[in-house]
């Protein structure tokens, strides 16, 4: 009998090729082992309330207040709720038609689009257009929705950093079009070198690929880094050459741990370098609410911004949001809220400003102590973690490691991380989910668990390490990269 249309047989092989690594064979056996009892750390998705980041108070106040519009007639809701935030959800409220129970507009509530422009043109010190910001189910659906504008067919490449964020390969092979990689520099601190950049584009072309768009991460998941204005000057110069649209993942722009180079948006770049660029470059850029001090991952909200996009291309993006109706309402109002919090003066300001901050400085400070930790232990080299959520250290396997591995059926830096997890309840993503160098070994790790048990569980990772290392290692004394 043939197989029936959901048999899997017969599913789209772009569906069954689509690879999730962030979830995978690490999460699944972390799953089954929490269920036997273990206690586990979640390490593996940059899922900061998941390892008990404490949600911000303001924004979960007016939230609150928006989801039980009957609160806001109680004479005593002065009693549990600051006037600021009182106001904020009346404000939000006045926006929609008929509270968060409704639909809106697919491309978002206008007065927040109004909002995110504003906070950008802030950031930026640039114009921004309202008309030309989507609101979306988070960055995720966002990405999602351009790529598959983009991909026609399996000859159109887009170029993605390697080691990346298995978005990207997923979602490519999901609208069936080719991952172009370009290679980061462990050994420069996962820098992106234009050269790379070349012999990725023209090694794809020599395959047939029409290479169409290119992804940077800033500041980088799973390595960390964070691009200087010059590099960015440099990847908008090649876009424009190339004629390449650049999709600029920033939803990591509040997480910064140095002060050597701050966070700089693309837009920005692309604005200050005048004409005949800054007309020209097609670029989408986005940014979340699940990320940075907020870490509202569970609320799925985000936006992208268009520029230099065609008004015909802007319709057709409305036409697809809107077979999805609406994005989340709460959500919208969350990012209205982070693109425009509390001021100094307001009733709620101190409170948000030494929430923000606490969380901020803790998250710079457990950045260093995993790297620090990881660099103690036997033949692990880290670089550090300038920015995002992420620790990305080489694991360098010994051959006797990597024939057992083979043995037992697993890539060898599978057969690492799941010892680790056996042996400690440390759960990681090996590095293969993100692309790596071959013969070159990593895992990820988030830097998410709390400060307090940093120091246990990185003596718990060395503990195995080592002893993992003495098991495998015919002799000592690998070189250091
Ligand atoms: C680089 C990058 N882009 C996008 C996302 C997705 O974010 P969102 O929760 O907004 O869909 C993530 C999530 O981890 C990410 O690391």
């Not at 772009?14 to 064979?25: I, P």
Request: net charge neutral; glycine share 8%.
């Amino acid at each position: 009998m043939a197989p029936k249309p959901l048999d899997y047989e017969s599913l789209n092989e772009n569906v069954k090729k689509s690879v999730y690594a962030v979830r995978g064979e690490l999460y699944l056996r972390a799953s089954e082992l929490q269920k036997e009892g273990k206690k586990i750390i979640f390490t593996n998705v940059g899922n900061p309330h998941a390892l008990g980041q404490k949600p911000l108070t303001f924004p979960r106040q007016v939230v609150a207040l928006c989801q039980a519009p009957f609160l806001l007639d109680d004479p005593n809701v002065g009693l549990l709720f600051p006037a600021d935030a009182i106001a904020r959800a009346t404000h939000y409220l006045a926006m929609t038609s008929g509270g968060l129970g409704a639909y809106s507009d697919s491309r978002g509530l206008p007065g927040i689009r109004k909002e995110v422009a504003e906070f950008i043109e802030r950031r930026d010190g640039y114009p921004s257009d309202p008309e030309l910001i989507y609101l979306t189910d988070g960055a995720s659906k966002g990405v999602m929705q351009i790529l598959n504008a983009i991909i026609r067919n399996n000859k159109d490449g887009i170029l993605v950093p390697v080691p990346q964020y298995p978005l990207y390969s997923a979602t490519i092979a999901l609208y069936g079009g080719s991952l172009v990689p370009y290679y980061l520099e462990e050994s420069a601190n996962w820098g992106l070198d234009i050269k790379n950049l070349r012999q990725s584009i023209s090694e794809a072309r020599s395959k047939g690929i029409e290479v169409r768009a290119m992804v940077i991460i800033n500041p980088g998941n799973p390595t960390g880094q964070c691009l200087s204005a010059a590099n960015i000057r440099e990847i908008l110069e090649f876009c424009y050459v190339e004629n390449l649209a650049l999709l600029a993942d920033e939803v990591y722009q509040q997480n910064i741990y140095q002060d050597e180079r701050p966070f700089v948006s693309a837009k920005k770049i692309l604005m200050e370098m005048g004409l005949p660029i800054s007309m020209e470059v097609q670029l989408v850029s986005y940014h979340t609410v699940s990320k940075g001090y907020w870490g509202e991952c569970g609320q799925r909200g985000g936006y992208f911004e268009m520029t230099n996009l065609s008004p015909e291309t802007v319709d057709e993006m409305y036409k697809i949001s809107s077979i999805s109706l609406s994005p989340n309402v709460p959500a919208q109002i969350f990012m209205g809220l982070m693109v425009n919090p509390p001021k100094p003066g307001d009733i709620s300001f101190m409170r948000f400003a030494a929430e923000s901050k606490e969380i901020l400085e803790s998250l710079r400070r457990r950045a260093r102590i995993m790297t620090d930790g990881f660099n103690s232990c036997r033949n692990v080299v880290c670089n550090f973690t300038e920015g995002a959520m992420y620790s990305f250290p080489q694991i360098r396997l010994p051959p006797k490691a990597i024939e057992a591995a083979k043995r037992a059926g697993k890539v060898p830096d599978v057969f690492y991380c799941l010892k680790l997890l056996e042996a400690t309840g440390i759960s990681t993503v090996p590095g293969s989910g993100f692309g790596q160098k071959e013969g070159v070994f990593h895992l990820r790790t988030t830097i998410l668990p709390a400060e307090q048990d940093m120091p246990e569980i990185m003596a718990s990772f060395k503990k195995f390490n080592d002893e993992f290392m003495e098991q495998y290692e015919h002799h000592r004394g690998y070189s250091r990269m």
